[in-house]
């Protein structure tokens, strides 16, 4: 069986194969915002347990393959006997040509960006749409022989065949990318995959996301405890929420302060949690401890290791004291585990995670780990926030990461480096609040840069560090587009961090894109 990161899964539930895409994730959301449940699995699945699931329809994803490279991802077969809809997007068409005795061959023009398709006829996939659209291409083979009994409905430029369909059989293909917010009108593309093709209703919410969800975690724990690393944050927050409404006082939440957290951050997170929010809130502060293990540490992944290492140590601790512990409980959300060991399917990994350092592994494996948002993106976390009565304030708290300053300092992490970032990233936020701008950006924060250059203040000569400021859009984390920011503001804050901040003599602005920069800066 498919192991469901979600619990009480609906009825009505559309499976995405995983074929290596880095859209494949996006896919699932753009299903979900249509309040219908997607799950992604891998590839490799067999067909038995993906049978075993009663998919209502299935969606196979892009891949970085050709379909005729060695070793290349293969569609099984049986997938296609169990008459459901199927969906091929990019390499999921090439697999459906192929499986079906059509035939595809390097194209000669690569498509990477933004194309037109021309809708040739009538599809109940294209059902709203204008003759022409705009779509997002990322390929390097195409069509050139479609299968018998299948129609071409949609042709761009450089691929003849941009959409194929059998509607007898309700399988379609198509060559473009409908979830990414650059195919402009995608969105209506799934959704009449979904409801027009599929006759699925709109019923997954996040008010039967948490009913379902309680009732899965008291079956899973029974009558034992659970420990939960809380920091502060939006997505461990939720979580103990999410917790305590299903098994009350057996939760035990851990809040570590690990030294390199925000400015007064574990002053605030025990006002707001332990004496308004009534949770068992245990306080460690264990800043000495981390940053003995992190003296000359400047490589990033070293670092999150290091902290991902020491937070299951200090868990264990405090484990012992509580005299019970049964599960240890995680606030990791879907972009978590994508950017760190891919789990889902054949896409490479980014950067480590935390959350997902070897001792962690082995108690997943182990089945002592409860993840109840794993699935879950950031908006969804907060919609889930609002269900469950939170605060605006803290729902839309922008993220942080586990690993906290330690990779927002580039290079080895100091008590003086702390400092100066808790500082400036403080007046940044205090500005950025100020001007009413925090709730538009999806994440501002400083970043501390071991670069020294030269200035002049009151008439002396001064050889001091960088801040750079790092804004961005975004709706799930997945891609996230610099942000702009008003001169005054800029030269605000600018002012502000170089004249109250010792050791800072410059300040600087970040306006890369993810991809292909990520987010954080490590």
Not at 310 to 326: H, L, Q, Y
Not at 377 to 391: P, T
Not at 449 to 477: F, H, Q
């Amino acid at each position: 069986m498919i192991d469901h990161a979600l619990s009480g899964v609906p009825e009505q539930k559309v499976v995405i194969l995983d074929f290596g895409s880095q859209y494949t994730q996006l896919i699932a959301r753009r299903i979900r915002e249509q309040k219908v449940y997607a799950e992604i699995v891998p590839f490799h699945k067999t067909w038995k347990e993906i049978a075993g699931e009663k998919p209502a329809a299935i969606v196979l994803s892009g891949g970085p393959s050709s379909i005729y490279e060695k070793d290349a991802p293969q569609l099984q077969t049986e997938i296609l006997s169990l008459g459901v809809p199927v969906l091929g997007i990019c390499y999921g068409l090439c697999a459906l040509v192929k499986h079906f005795g059509g035939n595809i061959e390097g194209a000669s023009r690569r498509e990477y960006g933004r194309a037109v398709i021309e809708i040739k006829k009538k599809s109940p996939l294209f059902r709203g749409l204008k003759k022409k659209e705009t779509v997002w291409m990322s390929h390097g083979d195409k069509v050139a022989v479609p299968p018998k009994g299948f129609e071409i409905v949609a042709s761009s430029e450089n691929a003849e065949t941009a959409a194929i369909e059998h509607r007898e059989k309700k399988i379609y293909g198509v060559q473009f990318h409908p979830e990414v917010y650059h195919t402009v009108n995608g969105q209506q593309i799934l959704k009449n995959f979904l409801f027009e093709i599929c006759k699925l209703t709109p019923s997954w919410t996040m008010k039967s996301f948490i009913e379902s969800s309680v009732q899965a975690i008291r079956r899973e724990v029974g009558d034992g405890t659970v420990l939960l690393g809380l920091s502060g944050g939006v997505d461990s927050s939720v979580t103990a929420m999410l917790l305590q409404k299903a098994i009350g006082d057996r939760l035990y939440c851990v809040f570590v302060n690990n030294g390199v957290l925000r400015k007064n951050e574990s002053e605030k997170v025990i006002e707001r949690f332990k004496r308004h929010m009534k949770l068992n809130l245990i306080y460690v502060d264990a800043s000495k401890r981390f940053l003995a293990l992190l003296k000359g540490v400047d490589d990033p992944e070293q670092k999150r290791r290091i902290i991902g290492r020491e937070f299951i140590n200090v868990f264990m601790k405090e484990a012992k004291k509580i005299g019970r512990f049964d599960y240890l409980a995680q606030g990791t959300l879907y972009p978590d585990v994508i950017e760190s060991v891919s789990t889902k399917g054949p896409s490479d990994t980014i950067k480590s995670h935390h959350n997902r350092v070897p001792e962690v592994l082995k108690l997943i494996k182990s089945g002592k780990v409860i993840e109840p948002l794993k699935e879950l993106f950031k908006d969804e976390v907060r919609e889930l926030g609002i269900e469950l009565g939170m605060s605006e304030e803290l729902v839309y708290r922008h993220p942080f990461p586990g690993p906290g300053l330690a990779i927002r300092i580039i290079g080895e992490v100091t008590p003086q480096r702390i400092k100066i970032l808790q500082e400036a990233d403080d007046i940044l936020v205090e500005e950025i609040k100020f001007a009413g701008l925090y709730r538009s950006l999806w994440q501002v924060f400083a970043v501390f840069l071991p670069v020294r250059s030269v200035g002049v203040m009151g008439d002396k000569r001064t050889y001091e560090n960088v801040i750079a400021i790092r804004a961005v859009t975004s709706v799930d984390a997945m891609t996230a587009d610099w942000a702009y920011l008003p001169e005054e503001l800029l030269r605000r804050i600018s002012n502000r961090i170089i004249n109250e901040v010792r050791g800072i003599n410059r300040v600087v602005l970040d306006i890369s894109s993810k991809p292909p920069s990520t987010i954080e800066w490590e």
